[in-house]
């Protein structure tokens, strides 16, 4: 720990808080940071030399593990043919028909370089297109860090209880209306409230970002019907549940086809990559074709591009009921453990998603889930670091199980947590 420990002070003095995202400053959980060496498959290497099995996966990218062969033969090779030409390439084609292929709603999409470029765009394209101000979002769903949505993000905010931000304008924050998750009577008196100005409802279909929260049965319906009532559009922000909760995301899974779709994480295969994308006759409002204008000089860069096509040409063929089957089982284990444990707690989980809350359940939306233990995972997640486990350090976040996990990696994970003391 000390390399990492001399580190962190070196990084603290010409990086805010030593880090370059908040959540990796380990502050919510009292320790400080790990820096990381190298990783490959589900392991991570620090610069102290420790091995730790990892449930983070870089926040969700990593589905088919860290280094995989083909993924980086492919942004090898990519890169050797040149890293960015600022100008089109046929792997931009590639990449748009096959994320068109794989999620059903989208006629055609936009790259962009990450998940907050993609949710900033679609919001301004939702309002170029329906000519409306206000943006209606759930208390404990993050959409990265673009202004309208600090009103009371669900990430990082929540988790440094920052309620909204400094540096945001109120009157930007003023078009942001806010309704707790799962609450569809919420929604309905904002529509009753604000209808003919409320350009889009952005959702996560799977709440990731206070933990994970799965949708009440007819929510997501329910907001499709509402929106589609007012004339207002429906946006999934699928960065996280895109690729992961099927191959084609969320939307695909639970049968509801979204306006726009934002995706990111899995589809970099690694690398900065965002996108957003949806019905035609919405996306052709987008620059140049259109008015609404976004733009990036690294937005479909050839590297990102062959990683990306990589990995989806091998999720495409991946076999994710087995891996849901496998990580429903590490939550029964999981919950049997801390039964014997004598402590409390609800495990969220679906598909290779899941989240310890340290409270009885239920667990169905932010208030819910700040109501949880935080301290106590705290000391959870801090032991099992100590015993080789690597999980997000915040209990607002997600751990993610992969296709590079092994037997022996669950079976560590589980032993690691049987010795844990809470
Ligand atoms: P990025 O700008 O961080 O690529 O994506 C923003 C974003 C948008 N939408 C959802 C549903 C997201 O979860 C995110 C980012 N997720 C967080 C962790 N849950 C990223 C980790 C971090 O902030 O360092």
């Keep these: ?13 010409v990086i805010p808080g030593g880090v370059n995202s908040p959540v990796r ?10 820096f990381i060496a190298s990783a490959k498959g589900a392991h991570l290497r620090t610069v102290d030399g ?14 088919l593990g860290y280094v995989h062969p083909e993924i980086h033969e492919a942004a090898t090779q990519a890169a050797l043919r040149g890293t960015s030409f600022g100008a089109p390439c046929e792997a931009e084609i590639q990449m748009a028909e096959a994320v068109i292929d794989a999620v059903p709603s989208m006629d055609m999409v936009r790259m962009v370089n990450s998940g907050t470029e993609a949710t900033m765009s679609a919001l301004r394209l939702a309002r170029g297109f329906t000519g409306r101000s206000k943006v209606v979002k759930f208390e404990g769903n993050y959409h990265g860090h673009a202004d309208s949505f600090l009103a009371s993000a669900g990430s990082g905010v929540a988790t440094l209880s920052i309620p909204g931000t400094p540096g945001v ?9 806010l309704a707790p998750y799962n609450d569809l009577e919420a929604v309905k008196a904002l529509f009753a409230q604000h209808a003919q100005d409320i ?23 329910g907001l499709r019907q509402l929106t589609r009532a007012h004339g207002a559009l429906l946006i999934f922000d699928e960065v996280i549940t895109g690729f992961r909760l099927s191959y084609g995301g969320a939307q695909k899974r639970f049968g509801i086809n979204p306006d726009l779709t934002t995706l990111g994480k899995i589809i970099g295969g690694g690398y900065p990559v965002g996108a957003y994308g949806g019905r035609r006759e919405i996306m052709e409002r987008i620059a140049p074709c259109g008015d609404v ?9 050839p590297v990102a591009m062959a990683a990306g096509l990589a990995t989806l040409k091998l999720l495409k063929a991946a076999d994710y009921q087995a891996l849901e089957d496998r990580t429903a089982r590490l939550t029964d284990d999981l919950s049997s453990i801390f039964q014997e444990k004598g402590v409390a707690t609800a495990i969220n989980h679906i598909a290779s998603i899941f989240t310890v809350f340290f409270k009885e359940g239920p667990v169905t939306d932010f208030e819910s889930a700040k109501a949880a233990d935080a301290g106590l995972y705290a000391t959870y997640y801090a032991q099992l670091r100590e015993l080789g486990v690597n999980l997000a350090p915040s209990a607002f976040e997600c751990a993610f199980t992969s296709f590079a996990h092994t037997e022996q990696d669950y079976d560590q994970f589980l032993s690691a947590v049987r010795k844990v003391k809470l």
Excluded at 25 to 34: F, T
Excluded at 50 to 63: K, Y
Excluded at 199 to 221: D, K, R, W
Excluded at 293 to 301: D, E, P
């Design 1 to 13: 720990m000390i390399h990492s420990k001399q580190l962190f002070e070196r990084a603290k003095k």
């Design 25 to 34: 400053a380990c502050l919510s959980v009292g320790v400080d940071p790990l």
């Design 50 to 63: 420790a091995e730790l099995v990892d449930f983070v996966m870089s926040w969700g990218p990593m589905l």
């Design 169 to 177: 304008p109120a009157e930007t924050v003023a078009h942001t209306l």
């Design 199 to 221: 350009a889009a409802v952005i959702v996560e279909p799977m709440a990731g970002n206070m933990g994970c929260v799965l949708p009440a049965e007819g929510f997501l319906e």
């Design 293 to 301: 204008y976004q733009a990036g000089t690294l937005s479909g860069n």
